[in-house]
């Protein structure tokens, strides 16, 4: 009997997750950082928005490392080496820090899922939805569709 209760409350509760909206997505760019330099102030500032993006979709540990790792690589792109770093490293550290800001943590646009749930089909289709029938008009198409097409890429 214990058995079967559990497998129906699973059942339940997967039932909740797969049905739970998405919020809407709202970015600070780097959060307590600057976005670029003295000269070119939004230099690395699209590399901070597609980093949230990631942040608030989720999916699972190794996607949270993959973002991180990312977020490097287009804060090199720009020529930037030595912020790239930083910026890892100050990622990397946070993600292991016990202070989180609610809106910061790995997941965050998914109301009661587990942190490191794998994003699947549907998850994506329901985050291009809010993406592209929200009001996102200051998000690029361009970064838009790079960011869904990172998210796909993951689901092979």
Known sequence: MKFLLTIILMCMVNSV???TPISSFETDFCTNYREGTSSQPELWKHCCLIHDMHFW???NK???YDSDVDLKSCIEETGSPYIARLMYLAVRAGSYSPIKYSNKKWNH???GRPTFQTLN???IDTIEAKLFNGNY???SVEIRNQFLTTL???LE
């Open 17 to 19: 997750w797969a049905t």
């Open 57 to 59: 979709a989720g999916g």
């Open 62 to 64: 190794q996607n949270r």
């Open 109 to 111: 646009g998914w109301k």
């Open 121 to 123: 089909t549907d998850d």
């Open 137 to 139: 008009e200051t998000i």
């Open 152 to 154: 796909r890429s993951r």
